[in-house]
């Protein structure tokens, strides 16, 4: 049973750093792709950030390449993502996913955890 659990977050001021971090467990964690998707009150949610398997090429959204870096342990079966310099509209609901190997196939993802609040304050 693929189990997909976040923690980190919380609130930050604008310009600060935060880490959220996925823990996986119940699948073949160094295979897979893991992504980090937010969802904005009143938006729909977008994806992030994604980390793929065996050699991890890394995916950024445009609005946050230089700002976050996604990073994974395959021994720990973790996934963090590092964010910097957060802006306002950083703020909503981050949750991890996984379910592809590959981050180009990474709307295909349908395992989720249940998302944990980041909220950047000005």
């Known amino acids: 049973q693929v189990q997909l659990v976040e923690s980190g977050g919380g609130r930050v001021q604008s310009g600060g750093s935060l880490k959220v971090s996925c823990a996986a467990s119940?699948?073949?964690?160094?295979?897979?792709?893991i992504g980090w998707f937010r969802q904005a009150p009143g938006k729909e949610r977008e994806a992030v950030a994604c980390?793929?398997?065996?050699?991890?090429?890394?995916w950024y959204q445009d609005s946050v390449k230089g700002r976050f870096n996604i990073s994974r342990d395959n021994a720990k079966k973790t996934v963090d993502l590092q964010m910097s310099s957060l802006e306002s509209e950083d703020t909503g609901v981050y949750y991890c996913?996984?379910?592809?190997?590959?981050?180009?196939?990474?709307?295909?993802?349908?395992?989720w955890g249940k998302g944990i609040p980041v909220t950047v304050s000005p």
């Open positions: 119940g699948f073949d964690f160094e295979r897979y792709a």
């Open positions: 996913a996984t379910g592809v190997r590959l981050c180009r196939y990474y709307l295909g993802m349908d395992s």
């Open positions: 980390i793929g398997g065996g050699e991890s090429p890394r």
